[in-house]
């Protein structure tokens, strides 16, 4: 791969990543209504539960002697 493809694949991931969160946070607000208020925090919620989630797919956990 050379350098531009290799950027477009990143620009293209953040483009994904926008649209999931997005659609996620759609979803939620047409079934909660209520939540409609605070939209900021129940996308922070979000954001931050799709960090850990994905913080466990970029570390080596499964190989943790701790467990």
Known sequence: LNSYE???TKCLFVLF???LVETMLTSYMDLFPQHRKKKWLVLLV???IMYLLGLVLCTDVSRCRAW
């Open 17 to 19: 990543q926008f649209a």
């Open 6 to 8: 290799i950027e477009r």
């Open 46 to 48: 979000l954001c931050v």
